[in-house]
């Protein structure tokens, strides 16, 4: 996938299938609710949110890292700027993500944080 534009594309509409199917869950879930003891409930909620939070950050990390694999095979500067906008936006999501993440979930916002800062550093 490193430098492939085609599968860069592929990856990002996965991604964001695999957001939606994990917003589909919780709403199941949550219809489902009065089905669970309150105590499983919660634990399946959180693992949810934990699963939703963590695919939305890491999906634009893997997806700042193939725009930056681009950046990297190409010298024309036209294209080398969009890339460079692509990756910003793309360190933009992820922090949001983090920043927007449910507090009952798992994130691991500060290991995402901080592969951002690095990010951030390679593009000046």
Do not use: C
Not at 49 to 55: C, G, V
Not at 85 to 101: E, F, G, P, Q, W
């Amino acid at each position: 996938v490193m430098g492939d534009q085609v599968e860069t594309e592929k990856v990002e509409k996965s991604k964001k299938e695999a957001l939606r199917m994990a917003g589909e869950a919780l709403a199941a879930l949550d219809k489902a609710q009065s089905l669970f003891d309150p105590a499983d409930y919660e634990q399946l909620r959180r693992g949810l949110l934990t699963n939703q939070a963590q695919l939305a950050w890491r999906s634009s990390m893997h997806l700042s890292y193939l725009h930056h694999r681009l950046l990297v095979t190409t010298s024309d500067p036209r294209k080398r700027a969009d890339l460079i906008s692509a990756i910003r936006a793309d360190l933009l999501a992820l922090r949001t993500a983090i920043n927007n993440a449910n507090p009952l979930a798992i994130t691991d916002g500060d290991q995402g944080l901080r592969w951002a800062d690095e990010m951030d550093r390679l593009l000046h």
